[in-house]
């Protein structure tokens, strides 16, 4: 049984470029939660997705969007990137009507020059 | 109102010893209370969970400790090891299902166990 991966694993960027990131949750679950977790910090909401729609959204400028496909699957977008946004962005699953608990991905550390 | 407020930031303890890691948070939506655990360039992983409902919750080791009126839990690591050496993370989310289960986050713990 997969668990929640994420791609890619490291990505480079330059300020003001976009970038996308891959989430497969793990199976059997239905909704993805995005989280950014700067250097030494806990990790930050960004925003939920479930049945293809963002249900819930943390404090993020509109800079940063998401999708969630038919199966399950999702992506971040980021777009206008800043030096700031340099930090691990975390997907997390679970069943939205299940017991609460969320698994988390290995990540994706974008680092932005 | 939707912090939740994490100490100490770091710690060291002897192998064989007890870590005691607190929590303390203000919303009294949040229903659901779990501990992760994350090593270096990893994501976090589920140690253990609880609910207002109980005041101790224990898995192997690893003890959480719930106080409903003073808003505040603690994670109790007993007998250390040297693999227990990572970042130990609270969170808290609200029992609202129908509006998602965000995950408000702790600052973070580092524990390091010398042998």
């Known amino acids: 049984d997969a668990g929640v991966t994420q791609s890619p694993t490291h990505l480079i960027k330059t300020r003001g470029q976009q970038v996308t990131l891959r989430c497969s949750p793990k199976?059997?679950?239905?909704?993805v939660s995005w989280y950014q977790q700067a250097l030494g910090q806990g990790p930050q909401f960004i925003f939920q997705?479930?049945?293809?729609?963002?249900?819930q959204r943390g404090n993020f400028p509109d800079r940063f969007s998401g999708h969630q496909f038919p199966n399950y699957s999702s992506e971040l977008n980021v777009n206008a990137l800043l030096l700031g946004d340099s930090a691990l962005y975390l997907c997390a699953s679970t069943l939205l009507m299940g017991t609460d608990t969320q698994y988390f991905g290995p990540g994706t550390r974008l680092t932005v020059l | 109102q939707q912090q939740v407020k994490q100490s100490p930031q770091s710690l060291i303890v002897q192998k064989g010893g007890i870590s005691i890691i607190n929590c303390a948070y203000e919303n009294t939506a949040f229903d659901y209370f779990p501990w992760y655990q994350q090593f270096p360039g990893k994501g976090p992983a589920l140690l253990i969970a609880i609910r207002p409902d109980v005041s101790e919750k224990k898995e192997g080791r690893f003890t959480i400790s719930f106080n409903k009126s003073a808003k505040q839990f603690s994670l109790h690591i007993m007998d250390s090891q040297p693999g227990d050496s990572a970042t130990y993370f609270c969170a808290a989310s609200p029992r609202i299902k129908a509006a998602g289960n965000k995950l408000t986050f702790g600052g973070g713990t580092r524990v390091l166990v010398k042998p």
């Open positions: 199976s059997g679950h239905d909704t």
């Open positions: 997705y479930y049945e293809e729609e963002e249900r």
